[in-house]
């Protein structure tokens, strides 16, 4: 076998076998995010899951302005570090990156606490969420620094652990102290944000001890006088992804707290995390993908970032399918799972599963911009999508209630996905659909 045929084998098997590994880690999601949202919404019912989800929704929205992105920017630059043996920039890069989140988190967890009852009463028009969003601020901190480990272990191809950090192991840890206070009876949208804070806290420590363990083989020498890079310039531009996604996922629930009832925000609160099994799929595949698109292309090596894109590509299209008939064909059925009163949403879901599909179709393409040089692309990218969101969701949310919201959120996740898949085409030549519909045909 050629020398090329034969790295590219041994590529292609490497991206299945780290997608697979990926995957695997990240479905310990399902027991423990799905847990936690099964036991918000049966403990709270859907009027209150409503509120829960108003507030969760406004935490995750401004816990990414903690971040700013500098948790990928990280990422990016400890992959392209280590693939280029610039060993002694990796910890000041971490150092500098957690100082930065740690005093933009503590700067957002402030405003949000200070300006709490003014939203909830002026905005909102809920003034019984003031103390809920108050509480909600202290998890900001904890919630970012976690980030902040989590991207540094993805830059150092430790990608298990850092989705364990990211994702999967606060809501387990909610999930274990939550249960003896539903079964009590005694849970409320108070006592659900205190044990979310405390769960990202422990997260935050569990992050630590894993990065210094794994910073132990990475070599020191030249550490004292090497320069720490700049991140908050890249990080703003990765910031735009980030924020993209964080308002596609927060955003309706936010408008329909103002817009709609508490019970709409709920219904749509819960197709949506459904729907967003597909971005569980997706989100594990680009978690492992992402840090190899930087290594890659810090390599000049346009064959594997090809490669690499369609194989992460064809991988969720395989697993998500499923999922999305599901939601399709028998929505009301998927939704009982979380109680009396939620199948409701079945016409949200139904929505919400066809954007995930299109999601699916574009997988790892805005992180393939990302962490290929081509952020400003990507930043616009990603302020068309956000204009198409807010246009959306105030053409239709008013009127449409969840059913509206959901299509919007659907809309802007396709124009998001298919635009960025334009731009990897014409900058980088990679076409993922079209390089899988030739494996599939058998064209070369």
């Not at 989800?53 to 903690?66: N, P």
């Given at each position: 076998m050629p020398d090329a045929a034969r790295n590219g084998a041994q590529h292609s098997a490497s991206i299945v076998r780290g997608s697979l590994i990926s995957l695997g880690v990240r479905l310990l999601d399902l027991p423990?995010?799905?847990?936690?949202?099964?036991?918000?919404?049966?403990?709270?019912?859907?009027?209150?899951?409503?509120?829960?989800?108003?507030?969760?929704?406004?935490?995750?929205?401004?816990?990414?302005?903690?971040?700013?992105?500098?948790?990928?920017?990280l990422t990016r630059q400890i992959a392209m570090d280590v693939a280029s043996g610039r060993h002694a920039a990796v910890r000041s890069a971490i150092r500098r990156a957690l100082g930065c989140v740690l005093l933009a988190s503590a700067a957002i967890s402030a405003l949000l606490a200070s300006g709490a009852?003014?939203?909830?009463?002026?905005?909102?028009?809920?003034?019984?969420?003031?103390?809920?969003?108050?509480?909600?601020?202290?998890?900001?901190?904890?919630?970012?620094?976690?980030?902040?480990?989590?991207?540094?272990?993805?830059?150092?191809?430790?990608v298990g652990c850092s989705q364990m950090i990211y994702s999967w192991l606060w809501p387990a840890i909610f999930c274990a102290a939550a249960v003896p206070?539903?079964?009590?009876?005694?849970?409320?949208?108070?006592?659900?944000?205190?044990?979310?804070?405390?769960?990202?806290?422990?997260?935050?420590?569990?992050?630590?001890?894993?990065?210094?363990?794994?910073?132990?083989?990475?070599?020191?020498?030249?550490?004292?006088?090497?320069?720490?890079?700049?991140?908050?310039?890249?990080?703003?531009?990765?910031f735009t992804l980030e924020f993209t996604k964080l308002l596609i996922t927060s955003?309706?629930?936010?408008?329909?707290?103002?817009?709609?009832?508490?019970?709409?925000?709920?219904?749509?609160?819960?197709?949506?995390r459904l729907a967003l099994v597909v971005n569980l799929l997706i989100?594990?595949?680009?978690?492992?993908?992402?840090?190899?698109?930087?290594?890659?292309?810090?390599?000049?090596?346009?064959?594997?970032?090809?490669?690499?894109?369609?194989?992460?590509?064809?991988?969720?299209?395989?697993?998500?399918?499923?999922?999305?008939?599901?939601?399709?064909?028998v929505p009301e059925h998927v939704l009982t799972i979380f109680g009396h009163g939620y199948g409701a949403g079945a016409a949200a879901l139904r929505v919400l599963a066809l954007g995930q599909l299109a999601a699916a179709c574009f997988t790892a393409m805005p992180e393939l911009l990302g962490m290929t040089a081509h952020t400003s692309v990507l930043y616009r990218i990603n302020v068309g999508s956000v204009a198409v969101l807010l246009l959306g969701l105030a053409a239709m949310?008013?009127?449409?209630?969840?059913?509206?919201?959901?299509?919007?959120?659907?809309?802007?996740?396709?124009?998001?996905?298919?635009l960025a898949a334009w731009a990897a085409r014409k900058l980088l030549g990679v076409s993922p659909l079209v390089t899988l519909w030739r494996g599939v045909s058998g064209r070369t």
């Open positions: 423990s995010r799905y847990g936690f949202h099964l036991l918000v919404a049966a403990a709270l019912g859907v009027v209150e899951t409503g509120n829960f989800y108003i507030v969760f929704s406004t935490m995750v929205a401004l816990a990414g302005f903690g971040r700013l992105g500098i948790d990928q920017a009852a003014a939203f909830a009463t002026h905005v909102l028009h809920k003034p019984a969420l003031a103390v809920p969003l108050m509480l909600g601020a202290l998890a900001f901190v904890p919630q970012n620094a976690g980030a902040v480990f989590a991207g540094a272990l993805a830059g150092l191809q430790r206070v539903v079964m009590a009876g005694a849970m409320t949208v108070t006592h659900a944000l205190l044990l979310m804070t405390a769960s990202f806290a422990l997260a935050a420590l569990a992050g630590a001890f894993l990065l210094k363990r794994f910073l132990e083989a990475v070599p020191r020498t030249g550490e004292s006088s090497c320069e720490p890079p700049r991140l908050l310039k890249p990080g703003l531009s990765l955003a309706p629930a936010i408008v329909l707290g103002i817009v709609a009832s508490s019970r709409e925000a709920g219904l749509f609160a819960l197709a949506w989100s594990g595949v680009t978690g492992m993908a992402a840090p190899r698109f930087a290594s890659l292309f810090a390599r000049h090596d346009r064959d594997g970032l090809q490669r690499s894109a369609a194989q992460a590509t064809g991988i969720v299209l395989a697993l998500a399918l499923p999922f999305t008939l599901c939601m399709l064909l949310a008013p009127g449409g209630g969840s059913v509206g919201a959901a299509a919007a959120a659907s809309l802007a996740v396709a124009v998001n996905g298919a």
